[in-house]
């Protein structure tokens, strides 16, 4: 998916409202080169691929319940 961000746009917040995950926000920059040197806010009009999302990681915690 393609995504167009807006005035005051923060990557981490991106993430977190299409995957409904804190932990992709380093798989889509690998996915989008150039992204990190936009800064912390984001310009508005950039394109931003939100690819498919990789199947979280088991939690230690959850294989011993």
């Known amino acids: 998916m393609l995504y167009r961000t807006r005035?005051?746009?923060?990557?981490?917040?991106?993430?977190?409202?299409?995957?409904?995950?804190e932990d992709l926000t380093e798989f889509v920059l690998h996915s989008n080169r150039g992204l990190a040197g936009?800064?912390?806010v984001l310009p508005s009009g950039l394109l931003i691929?939100?690819?498919e999302a990789p199947n979280p990681e088991p939690q230690l915690n959850s294989l011993f319940d």
């Open 7 to 21: 005035q005051g746009d923060v990557l981490d917040e991106i993430c977190f409202n299409h995957y409904q995950r």
């Open 38 to 40: 936009q800064g912390a």
């Open 49 to 51: 691929e939100l690819p």
